[in-house]
């Protein structure tokens, strides 16, 4: 029996994407929500799933991919993938180029270097029918309404699904990784003892991890039936967890000493450092394995508890920018600010530079020589990627660009002119063409083309230093390939004239790497995040006059409600503890219905009246699986638990007559 207290509080849940328009937009009336909560687990334990003999983590880079591992029994010892065959000059790391080659009959053929090279070698009669793609993340990043469906184009035009290029990547990396644990092992290594981390930038919404997750069961690398045994990290927040750990000798802090290219000149690395320590660093450099001391880092034992920093993650795609504190005496971690940023990698530094050629040779002989030579348009890329690393605030020589010869025969073709002409007549004045057949830059016109994304950046750090929960921050760490670039450090300097301490660890491309497999080791570490929208479901309330807008009102068997009204689960930016659960109970509108699907809605805004607002979208679905629950109780209720503190977004469901757990799924892919 419902007091009338009750009755007024009621709400129905209703779909009202469709039409906002009152008589329509009823829907499904029967969802009644009884009692909204707020609950916090009470352990700080996340269930404990099977336990993994090793812990294996991909890094599936917009540029540049890799995987390491740490078996559980030894967890400070971090091991990173074997040296890979192929690469580049003037450009050395652990990570291979994220390539894909696929056959002309779509199937996966090769990845990384192994891909780059035998495209390149094929003769152009015949590469025209390859698929070969590239820089294909970023994809997942701009695409809007992102979906299983959703098309990437290979370099020769071509279209292919999204999701059987990741799954392939995929199978790739747990190829190689089980082939170099069973070695390691001696023995068969069993793909079900590996606890799988794929780590992807925070600034993702949901579908786009969600995609990672679907391409991982696609690919064989986990089944959905043990969806635990795959854990999706957030990449600053796994440079955070590594930056934690770090020694003295394993960063350069840009306050204290000189930096060239990046790094200390060799000999002020280990200026106070032991005889020893110098020697642990020299064959570290070599070595594949990375100890992680089980102490807290030096610069750790500075911090103090409430201390703050920020973890700048600048990679080939995105800029990821993170805000901790630390809390002791663990150490575990808090999120203080929602993870912003943006599109700002260091590809748009490359896109820059092809804009650059379409101005003096055409951007109707670019668009057609990447389509008719595309191998040719790797390699001019490849040569452009080691003199952009080559680029530097203090560097006064010109920068030579070795263009293919296929480069300078095809436009004499297609123009009837040399490029030699074409250079001298474009009014691009700070590039020249050399004797020996090069584009000779200036310093200023390298520099000119980082300008764009490097000012992203500056300015998208300024705003969030301007945010009051962003004050005080003790250090910046900056990591992610890009951090590597003297041009971007030493605006980062510039920028924060010495307000934090700038720490740049070294292997900086590999920091995420190490922090996810530390991560995968103890996901429990970061204990606090922030919600980057806010999320609810479309409700129906009774209707209050003066306080509901009118159109709104939709009269049904004499009771007046107010439709469309947002019930919020979380807001934007609001923190949300580890393992924390937001109840709501829902009640079938009849007793035949089988499955109870509820539209979620997202918004930017932290406060947000009704579903019609501008800004709100329907960004996923609730599915309640009621089947084979039916029962004699008047009114069923199922009590539904929504998990919002982890990386991911899991829902949980139980009829609370029966005590049945309901099948419940959150869905944010389009389909």
């Known amino acids: 029996m419902m007091t009338e207290k009750d009755a007024s509080t009621e709400k129905i849940i209703t779909d009202a994407m469709a039409d906002p328009s009152p008589a329509k937009s009823m829907g499904d009336p029967g969802i009644t929500p009884l009692s909204p909560s707020h609950t916090q687990n009470d352990t700080d334990q996340v269930p404990s799933g099977p336990s993994f003999v090793v812990v294996v983590a991909i890094d599936f880079g917009t540029t540049s991919s890799g995987y390491a591992y740490a078996f559980a029994k030894e967890p400070e010892c971090i091991h990173t993938m074997r040296r890979w065959e192929g690469g580049d000059p003037g450009v050395s790391n652990q990570k291979t180029p994220t390539t894909i080659l696929l056959t002309p009959d779509r199937k996966f053929h090769s990845f990384g270097y192994a891909a780059r090279d035998f495209y390149h070698d094929l003769d152009p009669s015949e590469s025209k029918h390859w698929l070969y793609l590239e820089k294909f993340k970023m994809k997942l990043h701009t695409t809007a309404n992102l979906s299983i469906n959703t098309d990437l184009h290979a370099a020769n035009g071509k279209r292919v699904k ?17 082939k170099e644990l069973s070695d390691q092992t001696g023995g068969e290594f069993d793909n079900s003892d590996v606890r799988w981390v794929i780590t992807v930038p925070a600034i993702w919404k949901m579908p786009a991890k969600q995609f990672m997750r679907e391409a991982a069961y696609k690919s064989g690398l986990v089944s959905r039936e043990n969806p635990e045994q795959l854990i999706i990290a957030l990449e600053p927040e796994a440079a955070s967890i ?29 200026s106070g450092m032991s005889q020893a320590a110098k020697e642990h660093v020299r064959r570290n450099r070599q070595s594949r394995t990375f100890l992680v001391e089980n102490v807290i880092g030096e610069l750790w034992s500075e911090l103090e508890e409430g201390d703050r920093y920020v973890v700048v993650d600048c990679g080939g795609g995105t800029v990821d920018l993170t805000v901790h504190q630390i809390r002791l005496p663990e150490g ?76 300078i025969d ?7 002119h040399s490029v030699e002409h074409a250079l001298r007549k474009s009014n691009v004045d700070f590039v ?25 950046i500056i300015q998208h750090l300024t705003e969030l230093f301007e945010k009051p929960e962003v004050s005080d921050i003790k250090f910046l760490f900056l990591v992610g390939g890009f951090a590597e670039s003297p041009l971007l450090q030493q605006a980062v300097q510039n920028m924060l004239q ?10 900086v491309g590999l920091t995420i790497l190490k922090g996810a497999v530390l991560f995968g080791l103890d996901p429990s570490v970061i204990k606090v995040r922030r919600s980057p929208l806010t999320y609810g ?7 209050v006059e003066g306080k509901h807008p009118p159109e709104k009102l939709l009269v049904k068997d004499g009771t007046r409600w107010c439709t469309d009204v947002f019930d919020t689960f979380i807001a934007a930016d609001q ?43 329907k960004c996923g679905t609730l599915r309640l699986d009621v089947s084979g629950t039916e029962s004699t109780a008047a009114r069923r209720e199922i009590q539904t638990l929504m998990q919002f503190g982890d990386t991911e977004i899991r829902a949980m469901a139980v009829d609370v007559s029966t005590g049945r757990t309901v099948k419940a799924s959150i869905d944010f892919l389009s389909h």
């Open 162 to 178: 999204a999701l059987d290029i990741f799954a392939y990547a995929l199978a790739f990396f747990k190829e190689q990784a089980l």
């Open 242 to 270: 590594y930056c934690r750990k770090l020694r003295l000798h394993q960063m350069v802090d840009l306050g204290t000493q000189t930096t060239q290219n990046g790094f200390s000149p060799s000999d002020n690395v280990g």
């Open 332 to 407: 575990h971690l808090k999120e203080l600010y929602k993870a912003s940023g943006g599109p700002y990698g260091s590809i748009g530094i490359d896109y820059e530079f092809e804009k650059l050629l379409c101005k003096i040779f055409g951007q109707d002989f670019i668009d057609q020589f990447k389509i008719k030579r595309p191998a040719a348009w790797v390699d001019l890329m490849i040569a452009f990627e080691s003199r952009k690393r080559a680029a530097a605030p203090d560097r006064t020589n010109p920068l030579n660009i070795n263009l293919p010869f296929s480069f």
């Open 410 to 416: 095809y436009y004499k073709k297609f123009r009837g």
């Open 432 to 456: 020249k063409w050399s004797s020996q057949g090069m584009l000779r830059m200036s310093p200023d016109a390298m520099n000119s083309l980082f300008k764009p994304t490097i000012d992203h």
């Open 498 to 507: 010495g307000r934090s301490r700038i720490i740049i660890p070294h292997d």
């Open 537 to 543: 479901v479309g409700v129906l309330n009774r209707f």
């Open 575 to 617: 923190s949300v503890a580890l393992g924390e659960m937001v109840k709501r109970s829902y009640t079938p509108a009849k007793p035949s219905q089988q499955v109870i699907v509820i539209h979620v809605y997202c918004s930017e805004k932290e406060n947000v009246g009704f579903i019609s607002e501008p800004g709100v979208r």
